[in-house]
């Protein structure tokens, strides 16, 4: 299927930082794809928490099982527009590479930590320094070598990042917007852990069906015609037929939106995108409130939840106290780790050490470091 014209085409890639000769069989963008999928910081997302640790249940999401949710429904969304779907997908797939251990609480805590010394921690900016530094594969260069288009998409799909404020990201066009691709990127993100959350978190028993459909009308709009249409069946085959077409009308919201600013907007290339003053992937007005009801109720009743909230403070205790310990005792981290932080900031050493550890990995090291003291 041809690309739309608005499309990122791989023909006019910006490429890669060291060059290499083209695959016979594969485009670059699917190359990339496939290096993501085999670094180790992307297996590593199996044993990184997403909401709940495994605790509850084995059942539940962690950062890989997201991150793959995250990339089907990137694809899909990105060939109903008419987009690079092997860009959309390698983006999607290196979208949380950065994460480090405990979720979000984990990253708010890290970046605390670097605020003492001037500094701060950014997942995004954590996940290019990865596939650009930290990933040790091949002979020829550091990194991945991804294309530029990926590299880009990982600091930008999110957010935007001012010139002045991060001089060592000017490479990245700091004052266009990412191709449409990179601009999916957090709502595609979004669709996947709000709906995913709601289904944890009922699935846990934190949240009551009662509850959701109280404060969540994009789920009670789906849930009660089914409910009447289907009374005696299973309450959790109705939940999951409701929780899909929530995820249905999501997605396509945002392709139908996007295509509508898209033709509005009369952008006819991707460099017409780049230059728009606006991102102009999007939901429409009504869908992104009752997305945004839909986050409000997941942080209320489920991310506050005291459950939730213990065994969180708890986990970036313990992170604290080894990061504590590490620039105390750097000899303590493995020799690569203890060597570079001779040479570098201290600190920053023993923030990358920690942010590249799962959730197992930095509870034992605590556990090893409270023995020996």
């Known amino acids: 299927m041809p690309l739309a014209p608005y499309a990122m085409p791989v023909s006019r890639s910006r490429g890669r930082r060291y060059p290499e000769p083209a695959h016979p069989y594969r485009n670059d963008y699917a190359r990339d794809r496939d290096r993501i999928i085999h670094a180790r910081a992307f297996r590593r997302l199996e ?7 495994r605790r509850y249940s084995d059942h539940f999401r962690n950062r890989l099982t997201h991150t793959l949710e995250v990339a089907q429904i990137a694809r899909t969304v990105a060939g109903a527009l008419g987009l690079n779907t092997d860009l959309a997908e390698a983006l999607a797939l290196a979208h949380d590479l950065g994460h480090p251990p405990f979720g979000h609480a984990g990253e708010r805590r890290l970046d605390e930590l670097m605020r003492e010394f001037g500094e701060g921690f950014d997942h995004n900016l954590h996940a290019l320094r990865i596939v650009e530094q930290f990933e040790q594969r091949y002979l020829e260069f550091p990194g991945l070598n991804l294309t530029f288009e ?43 852990y709000n709906t995913a959350d709601l289904d944890d978190g009922r699935e846990a028993g934190l949240l009551k069906l009662e509850q959701i459909l109280e404060a969540v009308p994009i789920f009670r709009e789906q849930y009660t015609p089914i409910d009447r249409r289907h009374p005696q069946a299973r309450a959790k085959l109705k939940f999951n037929e409701a929780l899909k077409r929530v995820l249905d009308q ?7 939106e996007t295509r509508r600013r898209i033709e509005q907007a009369g952008v006819t290339d991707v460099e017409q995108v780049r230059h728009y003053p606006e991102r102009l992937a999007g939901f429409s007005a009504a869908v992104a ?46 020799p690569y780790y203890a060597e570079k932080a001779r040479r570098e900031p201290r600190h920053r050493v023993v923030c990358d050490y920690i942010a590249g550890m799962t959730d197992k990995f930095l509870l034992e090291q605590h556990q090893k470091v409270a023995a020996a003291v």
């Open 47 to 53: 044993a990184k928490t997403q909401v709940f640790t």
């Open 250 to 256: 999501l997605a396509t919201d945002l392709i139908e």
């Open 289 to 334: 409130e009752q997305n945004a009801a839909l986050k409000r109720f997941l942080y209320a009743q489920l991310y506050h939840h005291p459950a939730l909230q213990e065994e969180r403070e708890r986990s970036v205790a313990i992170l604290e106290e080894l990061f504590r310990y590490y620039l105390d005792h750097p000899e303590a981290m493995p």
């Open 150 to 192: 990926v590299r880009e998409g990982i600091i930008k799909h999110s957010r935007d990042y001012s010139a002045a404020e991060f001089p060592a990201l000017a490479e990245y066009l700091l004052e266009l917007r990412p191709p449409l691709e990179a601009q999916l990127m957090d709502l595609v993100d979004e669709i996947a």
